[in-house]
């Protein structure tokens, strides 16, 4: 199913996701496509057909069950289970990464932290050991982990996504400020928030 479906269209799932679980927080029980549109700045009708590859999960002049599309994105997505994960660089931000609450509760769990520093070998950070480079594959293998977060500067980041896929690693959020190159079934997705402040500056200039 993934090969037919847009990847523009699973990037809005998670989307659909987080909105859904601020309502049923909210102890809501029905929304509707045009309730979301609003709340998230997506047309009712994208809404409707980015389901639609999925199912059938509301009825006109009814709207979706707030509990019953949670659990089926959830399901979509396979966050209805725990995903192991490591976190490769120990600096500020592999430790805010390493420290963060809100990766649990929503189907992700740090299991390990490593660096090539040998000042942070060995030390540690919210009660992980931060582990040498030289473990990543037995640790990955013992773990059966497939997803990491690359928290290490621009110019390692290669080197270190070369050894998380000769690893077994198959899912990288990479937080340096460059593109990778793996191989094909590999899944990177970027967070870089020097662009994302570039593309809101384009706003403000005549402000």
């Known amino acids: 199913m993934s090969d037919e479906i847009p990847d523009i269209v699973i990037g ?16 809501r029980q029905v929304t ?32 979706y069950h707030v509990e019953t599309l949670y659990n ?6 396979y966050v209805d289970t725990q995903w192991a994960m490591v976190v490769i660089g120990a600096g500020d931000l592999g430790h805010a990464l390493a420290h963060y ?19 942070r070998i060995g030390k540690k950070t919210n009660g992980y050991e931060i582990q040498p480079m030289d473990q990543l594959a037995k640790i990955v293998a013992e773990k059966n982990i497939k ?42 997705q970027y967070i870089d928030p020097v662009i994302e402040l570039q593309h809101m500056t384009f706003y403000l200039g005549d402000t």
Do not use: C, W
């Open 12 to 27: 809005r799932l998670p989307i659909y996701l987080r909105a859904l679980t601020q309502l049923a927080t909210s102890e």
């Open 32 to 63: 509707s496509s045009r309730e979301l549109g609003e709340y998230l700045g997506i047309s009712s009708a994208q809404i409707r057909k980015d389901l639609s590859h999925f199912g059938g999960f509301g009825k006109q002049g009814t709207g």
């Open 72 to 77: 089926k994105l959830r399901e979509i997505l």
């Open 101 to 119: 609450r809100g990766f649990q509760s929503r189907g992700f769990e740090v299991v390990a932290v490593f660096d090539n520093s040998l000042e």
């Open 147 to 188: 997803v990491a977060m690359l928290a290490v500067p621009a110019e390692n980041a290669q080197k270190a996504a070369e050894q998380l896929v000769e690893a077994g690693i198959r899912a990288i959020l990479n937080y340096a400020p460059t593109n990778l190159i793996v191989p094909e079934g590999v899944q990177v």
